[in-house]
């Protein structure tokens, strides 16, 4: 009897040969860091449950923009905190808004730095739906038309990427139509094509002020339990025209990064959301698990399932870390 011949451990006896073979390569090239813009001047708050995440006015997200980029992160995505809210949203629209004012910042301190805009109304609105309420319900229709144009005016203070994010039927084409018509038809759209009902935006509602006021959201937001319907929401919003589709959150569903990777030759995103970040933070500071190395473990599962790029409240902490 000869020994077995296969030994697999030959090519992991150290790192220089593991480097070699290794099949997942992460860099910072694929990593957006999500940041929350909010009114005034001066202003950096820490959310609570999101250590290191700061809701902060323009002139401190273009502070930290400058350190993103030094970094060697490529994209950041802004979400908005207006001083006034209402039942449509109104406050998304202007020109002069917490988001457009920001980007315009942004672009003003010429930093080599995509913008991405989240393009949804549950920030903007009273009752913190991602849609108007029509008879009780978050009605479709009437919210595409605020969503596309929320779309142009971010397009307009000179966003690179939108991301519509409420998960209303027809938004893409509705996006698409209204920035094409107004000759954006460069600007590109990442959708958050599956994204799922989730316990694990928690935390965001805290940083974002956007828990709904009633109810929930899972007339819009897809249930847990679906693969299939991911399939379905991908392949509608491709034939929309978007550019980039998103699974979120990521963890529990990297089954479904993965199909969405299989199935469809687009670039394909994940979210790993602010309920993820959280728990993580949460363990490494009690001294529970080791930080960087399971965030780095996390965000190379992700890519293996094949996630191209990654939305991530780590983004900055990684790249330092993939630095080395
Ligand atoms: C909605 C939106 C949400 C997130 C991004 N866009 C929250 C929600 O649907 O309630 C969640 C992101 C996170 O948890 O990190 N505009």
Same mark, same amino acid.
């Given at each position: 009897m000869t020994f077995p011949i296969h030994r697999p451990r030959r090519l992991r006896r150290n790192e220089a040969l593991r480097r070699l073979v290794r099949e997942t390569r992460l860099t910072a090239d694929g990593l957006i860091y999500p940041m929350f813009v909010c009114t005034g001047t001066k202003v950096r708050k820490e959310v609570g449950s999101m250590p290191g995440v700061h809701q902060q006015s323009a002139d401190q997200i273009v502070e930290e923009c400058r350190e993103v980029e030094s970094l060697g992160l490529s994209a950041v995505i802004l979400f908005g905190l207006p001083e006034s809210k209402d039942p449509r949203g109104q406050s998304s629209l202007h020109a002069q808004g917490v988001v457009q004012r920001a980007i315009e910042a942004i672009r003003k301190a010429n930093l080599n730095l995509l913008v991405i805009t989240d393009v949804c109304l549950c920030e903007y609105t009273d009752h913190g739906h991602c849609g108007v309420i029509e008879n009780g319900e978050i009605g479709n229709d009437a919210t595409l038309e605020i969503l596309a144009e929320q779309a142009l005016s971010h397009a307009r203070a000179g966003a690179d990427i939108v991301a519509p994010s409420d998960m209303m039927d027809g938004r893409v084409a509705a996006i698409r139509g209204k920035l094409d018509a107004n000759k954006f038809e460069n600007i590109a759209i990442l959708a958050y094509a599956a994204k799922y009902c989730s316990g694990f935006y928690g935390p965001f509602r805290e940083a974002a002020q956007s828990a709904p006021q009633f109810g929930d959201r899972r007339s819009y937001q897809? *249930?847990?339990?679906?693969? &299939?319907?991911? @399939? !379905?929401? +991908?392949?509608? *919003? =491709?034939?929309? /025209?978007?550019? %980039?589709?998103?699974?979120?959150?990521? @963890?529990?569903? =990297? *089954?479904?990064? &993965?199909?969405?990777?299989?199935?469809?030759? +687009?670039?394909? $995103?994940?979210?790993?959301? /602010?309920?993820?970040?959280?728990?993580?933070?949460?363990?490494?500071?009690? $001294?529970?698990?080791?930080?960087?190395?399971?965030?780095?473990?996390?965000?190379? $599962?992700?890519? &293996?399932? $094949?996630?191209? @790029? %990654?939305?991530?409240?780590?983004? !900055? *902490?990684?790249?330092?870390?993939?630095?080395?």
């Amino acid at each position: 009897m000869t020994f077995p011949i296969h030994r697999p451990r030959r090519l992991r006896r150290n790192e220089a040969l593991r480097r070699l073979v290794r099949e997942t390569r992460l860099t910072a090239d694929g990593l957006i860091y999500p940041m929350f813009v909010c009114t005034g001047t001066k202003v950096r708050k820490e959310v609570g449950s999101m250590p290191g995440v700061h809701q902060q006015s323009a002139d401190q997200i273009v502070e930290e923009c400058r350190e993103v980029e030094s970094l060697g992160l490529s994209a950041v995505i802004l979400f908005g905190l207006p001083e006034s809210k209402d039942p449509r949203g109104q406050s998304s629209l202007h020109a002069q808004g917490v988001v457009q004012r920001a980007i315009e910042a942004i672009r003003k301190a010429n930093l080599n730095l995509l913008v991405i805009t989240d393009v949804c109304l549950c920030e903007y609105t009273d009752h913190g739906h991602c849609g108007v309420i029509e008879n009780g319900e978050i009605g479709n229709d009437a919210t595409l038309e605020i969503l596309a144009e929320q779309a142009l005016s971010h397009a307009r203070a000179g966003a690179d990427i939108v991301a519509p994010s409420d998960m209303m039927d027809g938004r893409v084409a509705a996006i698409r139509g209204k920035l094409d018509a107004n000759k954006f038809e460069n600007i590109a759209i990442l959708a958050y094509a599956a994204k799922y009902c989730s316990g694990f935006y928690g935390p965001f509602r805290e940083a974002a002020q956007s828990a709904p006021q009633f109810g929930d959201r899972r007339s819009y937001q897809m *249930d847990p339990a679906n693969a &299939r319907e991911a @399939l !379905k929401e +991908v392949a509608l *919003d =491709l034939e929309e /025209s978007a550019d %980039i589709v998103m699974v979120k959150p990521a @963890l529990p569903y =990297l *089954d479904i990064v &993965r199909q969405v990777r299989d199935k469809f030759d +687009v670039p394909v $995103g994940a979210y790993n959301v /602010s309920g993820e970040y959280a728990m993580v933070k949460a363990a490494a500071q009690k $001294g529970w698990i080791d930080e960087q190395r399971v965030v780095l473990e996390i965000l190379t $599962g992700i890519h &293996r399932a $094949g996630a191209d @790029l %990654i939305l991530t409240y780590h983004a !900055k *902490d990684a790249a330092r870390w993939l630095k080395k």
